[in-house]
């Protein structure tokens, strides 16, 4: 099944990602995944949203240069080689996959040049931080569960 995603491009600055989701809080759109990339001076972001045509019309009245386009999305079961067999068929198909990103709850990996700044940065601010063995026990709530349905 595919879903729309909205591809941004914008500078690779701080504060340009917060203000965009920002202004998508204020229009009560909410980011159900996300990948952003770094391609020197700029940067891609891609968003899974819940109201796509609002998301499109705030970064439209921002100046933003948004497109957006549809994406086949997956749940897979969270057994080991999952990723790999649908990666697997589709290659033996002839079908190259040009990026792809994980949407998994509200877990976000971000990668930073200081990480202990970061983490300083955050220290006091209502977030939790997460490493490997916290990702497990997230997916036991999901509908798939060692290739097997629920």
Known sequence: MSVPQISVFLESRPGHLHRILDAFEGAHV????YSASDT????IVRFIVDAPARAL???RAMGCAAVESQVLCLRL???PGELAR????????GINVAYSYSLISTYIA???K???AAERALADKPVEFAGLDDLAPALD????RGGEAR
């Open 57 to 59: 019309e705030v970064l």
């Open 110 to 112: 971000a990668s930073v």
């Open 141 to 144: 709530g999901a509908a798939w």
């Open 77 to 79: 079961p969270d057994a």
């Open 86 to 93: 649908v990666m697997g068929v589709l290659a033996d198909c």
């Open 40 to 43: 020197g001076d700029y940067g």
């Open 114 to 116: 200081d990480i202990e």
């Open 30 to 33: 909410s980011v159900r995944g």
